[in-house]
């Protein structure tokens, strides 16, 4: 018998999922790629779809998380600020944490 725990965890503001696993994944690659589009072609979304998710993080936070820069000679990008690099940093200890407090428990069950 093979025991797993399922979970997935998100922060909430006002109601509003504000940041979750796939958010942070976008905001990584953003981090990585310098442009909304190359992470979105990197995690196989669309660029709608990674426009989207960055929106609602920007218009949910008091702070924006993205700064982007028009296109021209070089071409346009998206840079993270550093709230926005805080968060990744924040929410990835967090689900770290968490999955840490799971394993124990389930070393628990395993062992009833």
Not at 31 to 39: C, H, N
Not at 74 to 83: K, V
């Amino acid at each position: 018998m093979t025991y797993k725990i399922k979970s997935r965890i998100w922060i909430e503001l006002d109601d509003k999922e504000f940041l979750g696993e796939g958010k942070v994944q976008l905001l990584k690659a953003i981090d990585e790629t310098g442009s909304l589009s190359k992470a979105a072609k990197s995690l196989n979304i669309s660029y709608k779809k990674a426009w989207h998710l960055m929106d609602a993080v920007n218009k949910t936070t008091k702070k924006p998380v993205t700064i982007n820069s028009i296109g021209g000679k070089g071409g346009g990008g998206t840079e993270l600020t550093s709230y926005g690099k805080s968060l990744i940093l924040v929410f990835e200890e967090m689900n770290k944490k968490c999955w840490d407090f799971l394993d124990v428990q389930l070393e628990k069950i395993k062992s009833l």
